[in-house]
Each structure stands twice: as structure tokens, then as C-alpha cells.
């Protein structure tokens, strides 16, 4: 009777397996690892359009005015002629221009911004409330504003960029939030002025 062969691994067969199993640990590692770091993506861009639209929607829903919206006249005026207390189509102390009067800031309590371009003047910086208090667990993530007189153009029309006095009739209202993860988003918005124009 033959005496019985065992057969096991060879030392070289044991260093070829090692090796072949280790690469493929290490790209399954790497998928995982990158899943992982991209599946934070999604939310960092989810906030930064929720606060671009938050911004957004606040700077449209501002009045759009001849006058100042603390002019008297600012709910009946109806042009960028110069001041004239006695007419109420014009305005009676301060026209409307691009960004805020003296004084008004965003987070004022008794001179906020009342129009859409004083929104021309807002700082770059960290998403906050009305009443200018960072909101909290958004330090990460940074807001600025640009509003620019633009002609805007139709199969029906177009509205000038200014009026004959060099006021604006149509603004383009820019919101950009940049986050982490090198995350931007950038949302435009349109008013149009029209006449008379009443406060809200």
C-alpha cells in the first residue's frame, strides 16, 4: 500500500493570495472611503440653496419705489423727477437709488432696508437673521448679494435697465452661498419697477 500524499500551500502560493486579497481590500476601502466623503455633498447643497432662497426671497419682496419707502410720497409717485413736496407724483424728500441711505443696514430696527437695491450694499458674511444674529450651525458657510441695474428683454418688450434720470426700472438680485466642500450656489432673481408702485 502507497503511503498517502498530503498536499497543502506552498509558501509562495500563501504570498500571491495575500497580495491579491490586499489589493482588493484596498479598492473596496476607497469606494467606501469616497461614498462616504461625497455623501455629505448632497446635504452641504441642500443647505446652501435653502439659505440662497431664503435670501433671495427676502431681497424680492422688498419694495421697488420711485421714492424712499419713508417718503410720504413713495406710494403715489410715479417718476425719478426731482423732489417737489407739492406734487404727489413725485417724490417729496429722497429719490430711490442703488444701495442703502445713510443709516439703514439689515438688521436695524428702526432703519432696515425697505427697498430691493439696498440690498446693493449688504456685506458679505455668515448667514444671519433680519435682526443681523448668526444662525447658528451655518458658520461654515458664507452669503454675499449683488444687485445691478438690467435691461430685460421679451417677444412683447423690453424694460430698460434705467430711466431717463439714471434710476433703476429692472434689477437683477444675485444671491451666492459658498459652503463646504467647495459647495456654491448661485441664484438669480428679477423685479421690475411699475407705476404707481404700492407699499406693501
Avoid: W
Wanted: charged share 15%; hydrophobic share 40%.
Amino acid at each position: 500500500m502507497h503511503g498517502l500524499r498530503c498536499r497543502g500551500i506552498s509558501l509562495v502560493e500563501l504570498v500571491v493570495f495575500i497580495a491579491i486579497i490586499s489589493t482588493a481590500l484596498a479598492g473596496i476601502l476607497g469606494v467606501m472611503s469616497f461614498t462616504t466623503r461625497a455623501s455629505a455633498d448632497p446635504l452641504a447643497q441642500k443647505q446652501a440653496l435653502a439659505i440662497a432662497e431664503a435670501y433671495l426671497e427676502e431681497i424680492l419682496a422688498a419694495p421697488f419705489t420711485y421714492c424712499d419707502p419713508d417718503d410720504v410720497n413713495a406710494a403715489t409717485a410715479q417718476s425719478t423727477a426731482a423732489v417737489n413736496p407739492a406734487d404727489p407724483a413725485r417724490c417729496a424728500t429722497t429719490l430711490e437709488g442703488m444701495g442703502a441711505e445713510p443709516g439703514e443696514t439689515r438688521s436695524s430696527g428702526t432703519t432696515p432696508y425697505d427697498n430691493v437695491n439696498d440690498y446693493a450694499s449688504l456685506p458679505a458674511g455668515v448667514p444671519a437673521n433680519v435682526d443681523g444674529t448668526p444662525i447658528g450651525g451655518l458658520e461654515s458657510y458664507t452669503v454675499s448679494v449683488a444687485v445691478t441695474t438690467v435691461a430685460l428683454a421679451a417677444n412683447t418688450g423690453t424694460v430698460a435697465a434705467t430711466d431717463g434720470n439714471g434710476r433703476p426700472l429692472s434689477l437683477r438680485a444675485t444671491v451666492t452661498v459658498t459652503g463646504p466642500n467647495a459647495v456654491t450656489v448661485v441664484l438669480d432673481g428679477y423685479r421690475t419697477r411699475y407705476a404707481p408702485n404700492a407699499l406693501p
